[in-house]
């Protein structure tokens, strides 16, 4: 890619980053940090990868992208908006009554999105049926599957992994936003899942690991799938949960939390947008 094509996924990044912390502010609650370090990813599928668009949501041979970690969909709800899949209007209603972006992506409810995630270890063996069918329906479309680090300890997710690799699911890449934080604690202190590469590798996939924030790794990644004909692909992007915000960077307690309006300011002023008021 070119140096102006990076640069526009970078300012596009930074863009969406300000739109998150203004969503969920705006709305009185939700994950914040888990939604600030998928950014990078969801910029590189939705405006490099990814093949479907918002004229493009009913096509058959469109790619599928799956939020297996539902928790973190204002990412997610401020991508689809920013490619006209719902009116940027809808945004102003998250938390609201009536609306349709609720704190997990609903199917049924917004365009664009695949499945409805939420439940950890859930969205992934969704995936892999869909590569599945993809397979046995000669078609050329690609499904994308991010998932949280900690829901890596779903069983769940070990038998899609086996899933894949047993019928060859080349047209399949799961993406890992491995932050190593779960909840309100490390994923270290509660269930380890290192070494995760060796892993996923020992499961049959075919596994590399990235710079979740540089969106040249991203990119480049992404341009070499799938990594190996006749194996699944994994992903996984080193991330820090929080990431544009200082205070919250690799900090358990925000995982939902709101900041008070003196953290509020901080937070503004390093996101670069207008202060903002927290929903009472």
């Not at 710079?211 to 991203?218: A, C, F, R, T």
Request: aromatic letters at 8%.
């Amino acid at each position: 890619m070119s140096e102006t094509a990076i640069d526009f996924l970078i300012d596009k990044a930074e863009a969406i980053r300000r739109s998150i912390f203004k969503i969920i502010c705006d709305g009185g609650g939700g994950h914040i940090p888990a939604s600030l370090s998928i950014v990078e990813i969801l910029v590189a599928l939705y405006y490099k990868y990814l093949n479907i668009t918002s004229k493009t949501i009913g096509d058959p041979d469109r790619d599928r992208f799956i939020l297996s970690k539902g928790h973190s969909c204002v990412s997610l709800y401020a991508v689809l908006a920013d490619l006209a899949f719902f009116d940027k209007s809808a945004l102003s209603t998250f938390g609201k009554s009536g609306t349709i972006l609720g704190g997990h992506p609903d199917m049924h409810k917004i365009p664009g999105v695949e499945a409805s995630t939420g439940a950890l270890g859930h969205g992934f063996p969704f995936g892999a049926g869909a590569a599945l069918a993809g397979k046995l329906d000669s078609k050329n479309y690609r499904v994308v599957v991010l998932m949280g680090d900690g829901e890596c300890q779903e069983g769940t997710v070990w038998e899609a992994a086996m899933f894949a690799a047993q019928h060859k699911l080349d047209n399949l890449c799961a993406i890992i936003d491995y932050n190593q934080f779960q909840a309100m604690d490390t994923l270290q202190s509660i269930v380890s899942v290192s070494p995760l590469a060796d892993k996923w590798q020992a499961f049959g996939w075919h596994v590399r690991e990235v710079d979740g924030h540089n969106i040249w790794q991203l990119t480049e990644a992404l341009a070499a799938l799938p990594f190996q004909q006749g194996l699944p692909s994994m992903i996984i992007a080193n991330t820090i949960k929080g990431k544009g915000v200082s205070f919250m960077e690799n900090s358990a307690i925000w995982h939902y939390r709101m900041p008070t309006e003196a953290e509020m300011r901080v937070a503004c002023e390093e996101l670069k947008i207008e202060e903002l008021k927290i929903e009472e």
